[in-house]
């Protein structure tokens, strides 16, 4: 494996802790020891100790809770020089000042204008542009399809159309969607080495500055030019603050729905008498989309919240300067919660809306809803147009990328039918 495996010392990881697979091999089994784990699990992060939560209410409850904070300098291990910046995860907890490494009231503030772009009337008014990109690659799908009819639906279909929808959000040009595909995939791979790592960082940080500069001087009608231009009696963003949300809105506005998409899809042609009722309209495809972000989130582990203080849940104290991650795909299949059988997809599920895979309180995602639009728009298309889609190869050969954050697949091959 090309990564370095430890921070600034490697740590033993202990009995009972649950070590996170940088190289995703057996999703499944990972998330069943987690769950077995208990409420709380220690887990082994690239060498360096953390706490994970695994149950949907002791989740909602420390997603709520003030002494859980994003803010990296009160992470104890980062304070003593344990993790530096040579631990492989870094620059996704230490990404720049953005409304996702804040807290409290400058949360708010760097938070409102990207809700005030993402809201119902706003996404309704795109919904046409979403559906013109999703026909064009459609059709770009039905022509990319080789000899022997074996086509990629990641490559072709489910990556570029989110990237395609908040490039226009942001104001990005076309023209660059392609390299920031590269350049995220990149930064979130476990083979790719931590010099690199920090480098594309950087170079993103260019990007963007050039982007927000450019927006600064000739402000347009996207989310970037809102974002430069101050509310009336509010102080504007700084350009700093500007630049990493856009670089974490990216990331997490096209991450999130390419792995909505293709999980939706793999479990539809793994349940083939659920698909017939979809298509049948005995169920509706925003039963498909909940029940996928419930049973196969986009989102396996979210990085990090630090504790201020010591806090108790359960029988374990997670002690003040100790890290917890968020575990939403172990919390997806909380039995507790979605009933024994909740390692099943099933699309009548009574609780397949009642999962937080999107988190919950002040950091809850501000593009779920976008997220959704999307998916609600590319899914229905796609089987509309190929109603005989199937998998090319038989579903335990099809691989995870080596992506410990987000749940994806290294290629998506299939026949259209």
Known sequence: MNCPHTAATQTDPGAGTVVIDPMVQDLDGETARLRDAGVLARIDLLGVPAWTVTRHAEARQLLLDQRLV?????????????????????GMIDAGRSMFTVDGAEHRRLRTKTSQALTPRRLEAIRPEIEKFTDELLDALDAARGEDGVVDLKSVFAQPLPMKVVGMLMGVD???????????????????PQEERLALLAELDVFYTDLVREKTARPTDDLTSALILAEEGGEPLTEEEVVGNLKAMVAAGHETTIGLVLNAVRALLSHPDQLRMVLAGEAGWDAVIEETLRWDTPTTHLLMRFATEDITVGDDVIRKGEGVVVSYRAIGRDVGHHGPDADAFDITRPTRNRHMTFGHGPHICPGAALSRVEAGIALPALFTRFPGLRLAVPDEEITKLPVMTQNDMTAFPVLLG
């Open 70 to 90: 994003k803010d990296i300098d009160a992470w104890g291990l980062w304070q003593s020089g344990v993790v530096t910046r040579a631990w492989p995860l870094i």
């Open 174 to 192: 076309e023209s660059q969607h392609a390299m920031l595909t590269r350049q995220y995939k990149a930064f979130f791979s476990m083979l790719t």
